[in-house]
């Protein structure tokens, strides 16, 4: 008789941290240059300046938390908030939710996170459409941020929170119509959207033709390096770049639903 192989036993799953371990190291890991560098960005009260480096360490070991998720948004902290975002169960982010939390956004690196929340969600389209019609800064923000990761997932249909080829159109006559009297942070989203509808198959030509109708976008980053994207330009570059490869930028990793970089 032949003997049966062992089997090996399972490591046992760790320990769930807790809040106020997570703060505790986070309240570890923030350093005051890093601290500086979101206060450049806009980042407004409690913030440890936690690399995203170390949050992505951190992330592979809490993985999905919604609790924690919860517990870590409510301390008001920047960085417990943003790493919310990352560990937030996106099937738990009801629409409600997500409204609560867009309704304490006060910054532009913040608005990034919780956008890319919004848009791994089944109701991604729902809570885009909401936000852009919104005239505050940082929803509306949101709203186009949203839009433009969706507009870079062909792909991924209505019942998952994808949108169609007939609201991409909307979202580029939207541009067209309103991105110089919008906000100031959502022009910068906006143009982002533009440019990931121009990578997105078949909207190529469109969105350049849009983008020269629209000229110069103007947006005012504070104190940072930072400047506005030429979008015809980096729409060129992008697919021309995919192309040698026989590809679409789509299918790279911008084309990828994930939640954060």
Same mark, same amino acid.
């Given at each position: 008789m032949t003997p049966k192989p062992k089997t090996k036993a399972k490591k046992p799953a760790p320990p769930r941290l807790t809040t106020k371990q997570v703060m505790a190291e986070l309240k570890a890991a923030g350093t005051a240059q890093t601290a500086k560098t979101f206060r450049n960005h806009g980042v407004l009260g409690d913030c440890y300046g936690v690399s995203y480096a170390f949050l992505k360490k951190l992330h592979k070991r809490v993985r999905t938390d919604h609790k924690l998720a919860l517990e870590l948004w409510q301390t008001g902290n920047h960085d417990a908030r943003v790493f919310a975002c990352w560990a937030a169960d996106g099937d738990k982010a009801t629409m409600k939710l997500l409204d609560q939390w867009a309704r304490d956004v006060d910054n532009h690196v913040l608005a990034i996170e919780l956008a890319s929340l919004a848009q791994d969600t089944n109701r991604a389209h729902r809570i885009m459409a909401k936000w852009i019609d919104r005239k505050s800064e940082w929803s509306s923000s949101m709203g186009w941020g949203v839009a433009s990761r969706l507009a870079m997932q062909p792909g991924r249909g209505p019942d998952e929170g994808g949108i169609t080829e007939v609201q991409v159109g909307e979202l580029l006559t939207r541009l067209?119509? !309103?991105? $110089?009297?919008? %906000?100031? =942070?959502?022009? $910068?989203?906006?143009?982002?959207?533009? #440019?990931? #509808?121009?990578?997105? %198959?078949?909207?190529?030509?469109?969105?350049?033709?849009?983008?020269?109708? #629209?000229?110069?976008? *103007?947006?005012? =980053?504070?104190?940072?390096?930072?400047?506005?994207?030429?979008?015809?330009?980096? #729409? *060129?570059?992008?697919?021309? $770049? =995919?192309?040698?490869?026989?590809?679409? %930028?789509? *299918? !790279?990793?911008?084309?990828?639903?994930?939640? $954060?970089?």
């Open positions: 067209k119509a !309103g991105i $110089h009297s919008a %906000p100031n =942070y959502t022009r $910068h989203n906006m143009n982002n959207a533009l #440019i990931s #509808i121009g990578c997105r %198959p078949k909207w190529k030509t469109k969105a350049i033709a849009a983008a020269k109708r #629209i000229g110069k976008v *103007e947006v005012d =980053y504070g104190v940072t390096s930072c400047s506005v994207t030429d979008a015809a330009a980096r #729409i *060129e570059k992008t697919t021309s $770049h =995919y192309a040698k490869q026989g590809k679409s %930028p789509t *299918e !790279g990793t911008g084309g990828k639903r994930r939640r $954060h970089c």
